[in-house]
Structures are given as structure tokens and as C-alpha cells.
């Protein structure tokens, strides 16, 4: 999932690892965001746990991918006070960060989703993803602030893989960046949302589109 990017006494260093975390000067709070290379064969329940509201979710990890994977018929979809998406999610701290997630598999009908999601709480979010709305793929971006939600940012992107996407926060400023190859990137404008971040991960989804259900989709978030 993407690379890390940290500042150390100035410079910019990049690891190849699986969660990109950076934390610029001045940033509030301690703790640290885990990289994961998913180089094992199981998830690593130390740093993730899977998010499973509706309990039909499942993942597995081999090399260096870890699939999160969804059944068809029922959506799996944050939007109002509904929040029953899946994906990875771990513990993360309150301050300034960058985030990437980088995912091997294609959106290929509506609507499947696979990006990020950051969260104070089921109400209270960032939601970044990369989905196919039966027509296309578009760059999807949605905050909730007390179950309110509000489109932030959609637009056409191209139907490549790899799909990366990066969150950025710095204090109630956010936005969201996307790539195919890793090197260059589009961003959104920027917006603002007042939030105390307590998790984060990679949002994998799916909903209904038009009059069928809710189509299957396996998301490969690759280290």
C-alpha cells in the first residue's frame, strides 16, 4: 500500500512499504502510523484490523498483496448514517500526516470502490476513493461532519492500474491526490474539516448501480 514518506531533519525519504505516514515539522501529537508489507500469510493483527460491520467481509495476504473481498447483493457503503464499508483499518494520531494506498486491482463496474478513509468515528470521516459508476472510473471524495455528508470533489479519472491514492492533512485542511504510476500525481482543491483522527486505512466498497445489486469485488492493496 503505497510508500512511506517521513520528514527527517529536512529530507524526504521514501521506503517502499505498505502505509505512507508523514508527519512535517510542528505536527501535534505522538505516535506513528505502521508500514506493512504484507510479506506474510495472514493479516497482521497487531497493525490492522478488518472492517466488517456487516460480518461478510473477508482478506488474505500473500505476496506482498493483501485482498479484501466483498460478496455480491448487499452494499458496502458509507454515506449519511449509514457506514458499512469494508477495507483495513489501524489506530492512527490526531496530527498531521500523509497517507497512500496503492491497489492492483481495476473498478470495473457500478459501483466498486477501493481508496482511503480516515475517521474520528462512524459519523465523522474522510472518504477518498477511486470508483466505477457504470460508465467510467471518477476520483470520488465525500467528508460526513455529524452524519452530514458532503461531496468534496468528482471527477473523471483513467480506468489504469495501479491506482494510487494519498490523503493529505495538515490541522483541518485536507486534500486528496491521485496516481497510476506513483510519480505523477493530480490533486484536489483543498478543504476543511474539523476532526479528531483516530483510524485510518484502505476503504474497499461496493453499491448498487442502476436497478441491479450490489456487484462482488476483491480490492489488492499492494506493498
Request: proline residues 6%; aromatic residues 6%.
Amino acid at each position: 500500500m503505497g510508500r512511506l514518506r517521513r520528514q527527517i531533519g529536512g529530507a524526504l525519504v521514501l521506503c517502499s512499504l505498505a502505509l505512507a505516514a508523514a508527519a512535517p515539522a510542528g505536527a501535534q501529537g505522538g505516535g506513528t502510523i505502521a508500514a506493512d508489507e504484507f510479506d506474510g500469510t495472514a493479516l497482521d493483527t497487531s497493525v490492522w484490523s478488518l472492517a466488517n460491520p456487516l460480518g461478510d467481509a473477508s482478506v488474505s495476504v500473500s505476496g506482498g498483496t493483501a485482498k479484501v473481498a466483498l460478496p455480491p447483493g448487499t452494499a458496502h457503503d458509507v454515506w449519511g448514517n449509514v457506514n458499512t464499508v469494508s477495507g483495513l483499518r489501524q489506530a492512527v494520531p490526531d496530527r498531521d500526516f500523509e497517507i497512500e494506498a496503492k491497489f492492483t486491482t481495476k473498478v470495473s463496474s457500478g459501483f466498486q470502490m477501493e481508496g482511503l478513509i480516515v475517521e474520528q468515528d462512524p459519523n465523522d470521516l474522510v472518504r477518498a476513493e477511486v470508483h466505477h459508476d457504470g460508465d467510467g472510473a471518477r476520483l470520488f471524495v465525500a467528508t460526513m461532519f455529524n452524519g452530514t455528508p458532503e461531496v468534496r470533489h468528482y471527477g473523471t479519472v483513467p480506468s489504469f492500474v495501479p491506482v494510487y491514492v494519498r490523503v493529505v492533512r495538515t490541522g483541518n485542511v485536507w486534500r486528496v491526490r491521485h496516481s497510476n504510476d506513483g510519480r505523477t500525481w493530480t490533486s484536489t482543491d483543498a478543504f476543511s474539516l474539523p476532526i479528531a483522527v483516530t483510524r485510518a486505512g484502505p476503504l474497499v466498497g461496493n453499491s448498487p448501480s442502476g436497478g441491479g445489486g450490489a456487484p462482488a469485488f476483491t480490492a489488492a492493496i499492494d506493498s
